[in-house]
């Protein structure tokens, strides 16, 4: 076998696949950071001065915003007046050679700058067209602007998070936008793959809202069956017990015993197999039903040692289990190091950052050296370069050092007139 192969440097599954981003803030900057992580080239088209509304979100960097590092990382950027015949003129070229449309505007705007997924679909057929907002585009409420926390709201997941006699709470991180990114990268996928077949481009929409649905679990379905409306619970899992935090003599820990049987093999690592004996514990239904007796007996044990103690009798019983760790404990995460799920992120700044790497790991991925910085984009940072392969090689366009310096205040803005949460 020729060693060489082996080692040679794999660019990913979707190389070949160019991305023309006009997203901002998360959703849809997510959605783009996953597809370049996965191979894809991605240009990120923003506005002239001020670029995506995150460059100006703390902490930062010197300069730089850690916030837009992370989600922007392995990206082109370029600003675009759509005012200017010239960089009309560039769009085009780039739409042409672009396989994937990615828009988190709100209904309606793109249409009105003359780029909407009616007139890609005839102009540039072969295009997968992809729009996320609050929404999606049908319905009544299709206009309305949605943050990550309106559709939570709206979804019902703050509904579900929190404890039982307290307030509502909003899930830890950015749910909605995040949910709604990572459905995005299923449509685009899906339709990459459809276009393979039969070399057209399709239309994705996604609706933040319906996403929040989507990832309602049994919640729905536990409402319809029971006619119980389904609501706070704390640490513990609804349908399953134990499956919930327990207090161990010098803190909480997570214990996972989703069936019977690992509840038995919990009684025995706990030392007191008798416990899966008593008939209110026999079932998981009536472990459930139980819940509070059973965290007392369980806890009764648990609090005569430390966590840890506990965590390795139970892992080497086979039964899941966890420390409740915070942030700054992933950082030094033997399984995340080894997976090489902490990266690091790099602007103008000579300092990078750390942050969660990419998750999928694939035979057709080259696994990145961590330590390695991805570097994000200045603003416009790629204008010359783009313009120099799309256009001045035959004479439309000739790159200057200044390109911008003609474009006037309303031009300036033209790509991103009608703006609002998505």
């Given at each position: 076998?020729?060693?060489?192969?082996?080692?040679e440097e794999k660019k990913g599954p979707l190389s070949g696949i160019t991305v023309l981003d006009f997203s901002r803030v998360l959703a849809g900057p997510y959605c783009t950071m996953v597809l370049a992580d996965l191979g894809a080239r991605v240009i990120k088209v923003e506005r002239f001065g001020t670029g995506d509304d995150t460059r100006a979100f703390g902490p930062f960097v010197g300069d730089d915003s850690a916030y837009f590092m992370c989600?922007?990382?392995?990206?082109?950027?370029?600003?675009?007046?759509?005012?200017?015949?010239?960089?009309?003129?560039?769009?085009?070229?780039?739409?042409?050679?672009?396989?994937?449309?990615?828009?988190?505007?709100?209904?309606?705007?793109?249409?009105?700058?003359?780029?909407?997924?009616?007139?890609?679909?005839?102009?540039?057929?072969?295009?997968?067209?992809?729009?996320?907002?609050?929404?999606?585009?049908?319905?009544?409420?299709?206009?309305?602007?949605?943050?990550?926390?309106?559709?939570?709201?709206?979804?019902?997941?703050?509904?579900?998070?929190?404890?039982?006699?307290?307030?509502?709470?909003?899930?830890?991180?950015?749910?909605?936008?995040?949910?709604?990114?990572?459905?995005?990268?299923?449509?685009?996928?899906?339709?990459?793959?459809?276009?393979?077949?039969?070399?057209?481009?399709?239309?994705?929409?996604?609706?933040?809202?319906?996403?929040?649905?989507?990832?309602?679990?049994?919640?729905?379905?536990?409402?319809?069956?029971?006619?119980?409306?389904?609501?706070?619970?704390?640490?513990?899992?609804?349908?399953?017990?134990?499956?919930?935090?327990?207090?161990?003599?010098?803190?909480?820990?997570?214990?996972?015993?989703?069936?019977?049987?690992?509840?038995?093999?919990?009684?025995?690592?706990?030392?007191?197999?008798?416990?899966?004996?008593?008939?209110?514990?026999?079932?998981?239904?009536?472990?459930?039903?139980?819940?509070?007796?059973?965290?007392?007996?369980?806890?009764?044990?648990?609090?005569?040692?430390?966590?840890?103690?506990?965590?390795?009798?139970?892992?080497?019983?086979?039964?899941?289990?966890?420390?409740?760790?915070?942030?700054?404990?992933?950082?030094?995460?033997?399984?995340?190091?080894?997976?090489?799920?902490?990266?690091?992120?790099?602007?103008?700044?000579?300092?990078?950052?750390?942050?969660?790497?990419?998750?999928?790991?694939?035979?057709?991925?080259?696994?990145?050296?961590?330590?390695?910085?991805?570097?994000?984009?200045?603003?416009?940072?790629?204008?010359?370069?783009?313009?120099?392969?799309?256009?001045?090689?035959?004479?439309?366009?000739?790159?200057?050092?200044?390109?911008?310096?003609?474009?006037?205040?309303?031009?300036?803005?033209?790509?991103?007139?009608?703006?609002?949460?998505?």
């Open positions: 076998m020729d060693q060489s192969s082996e080692t989600f922007n990382r392995g990206k082109e950027s370029i600003s675009l007046d759509i005012k200017s015949p010239r960089d009309r003129e560039l769009l085009e070229r780039l739409l042409d050679s672009c396989d994937v449309v990615v828009e988190n505007f709100r209904p309606g705007v793109m249409e009105r700058l003359g780029y909407g997924p009616e007139r890609l679909a005839k102009t540039h057929p072969h295009i997968v067209y992809t729009s996320i907002s609050g929404f999606g585009h049908s319905g009544p409420f299709s206009e309305l602007p949605g943050y990550d926390m309106v559709v939570q709201a709206m979804g019902g997941v703050m509904s579900l998070t929190g404890w039982p006699d307290e307030e509502p709470a909003r899930v830890g991180t950015s749910f909605g936008d995040l949910g709604a990114a990572l459905f995005g990268v299923v449509g685009i996928l899906a339709a990459l793959y459809s276009r393979s077949r039969d070399a057209q481009g399709a239309r994705v929409d996604i609706g933040m809202l319906d996403c929040q649905a989507a990832l309602m679990e049994t919640a729905l379905a536990r409402y319809d069956v029971e006619g119980i409306v389904p609501t706070r619970t704390g640490d513990n899992h609804p349908s399953l017990a134990p499956f919930e935090t327990f207090m161990a003599g010098d803190g909480k820990f997570v214990i996972c015993a989703g069936n019977d049987t690992l509840f038995l093999l919990m009684a025995d690592a706990l030392g007191s197999p008798h416990l899966a004996l008593k008939p209110e514990f026999i079932t998981n239904d009536l472990r459930v039903q139980n819940r509070k007796q059973l965290v007392t007996d369980v806890e009764a044990i648990t609090q005569t040692k430390p966590m840890q103690h506990w965590i390795d009798a139970l892992n080497e019983a086979g039964v899941p289990c966890a420390p409740i760790n915070t942030i700054d404990q992933l950082f030094t995460h033997p399984q995340l190091l080894a997976r090489n799920m902490i990266v690091k992120v790099k602007g103008e700044n000579e300092r990078p950052v750390r942050t969660a790497g990419n998750p999928i790991k694939m035979s057709t991925l080259s696994e990145i050296d961590p330590e390695v910085p991805i570097q994000s984009p200045a603003l416009n940072e790629h204008r010359e370069a783009i313009l120099e392969e799309l256009m001045a090689n035959n004479g439309a366009y000739a790159p200057t050092t200044h390109a911008h310096e003609d474009v006037d205040d309303t031009g300036q803005v033209a790509l991103y007139e009608a703006v609002s949460a998505v």
